[in-house]
């Protein structure tokens, strides 16, 4: 027999079961490469298999948390797909962590002063001012 003439009659035969013999087959047949799994890398069961795949999920997930250029290239895509204005967001969070720093420094009381962040262009950059800035 050829490998369509099984499946035909693979599928013919399957389509006559009863609903819960279908069921049971599947199963069956689960639970099967449950255990082939299991036995080809040592792990018991079911549940064994379901955490060593957890297991190596996790490995894989922490190894790109702590790969600096993943993290780079997630930013920068990031960035550039939301219309978030991020100047602002870095700003917010340099005075909220120099208010932080100032008060473990000085205390609660000296803490209260103000502080205000700017991010400047780039004094090197001239792109970033207008051609024609201070002209009278």
Do not use: C
């Amino acid at each position: 027999m050829t490998e369509e003439e099984l499946e035909k009659r693979g599928a013919a035969f399957f389509d006559k079961l009863n609903p819960e013999d279908k069921m049971a087959l599947k199963w069956f047949l689960t639970g099967q490469i449950q255990n082939i799994l299991a036995n080809e890398h040592g792990v018991g069961g079911s549940k064994g298999v379901r955490d060593a795949v957890q297991e190596k999920a996790n490995e894989r997930i922490n190894s790109l948390l702590n790969d600096q250029a993943f993290q780079e290239k997630l930013a920068e895509r990031l960035a550039s797909k939301s219309r978030i204005n991020f100047t602002k967001l870095i700003e917010k969070a340099a005075e909220v962590e120099t208010l932080k720093a100032i008060e473990k420094a000085v205390g609660y009381a000296a803490s209260r002063v103000k502080v205000k962040v700017f991010i400047e262009p780039d004094p090197e950059d001239a792109s970033s001012q207008a051609p024609d800035f201070g002209k009278f």
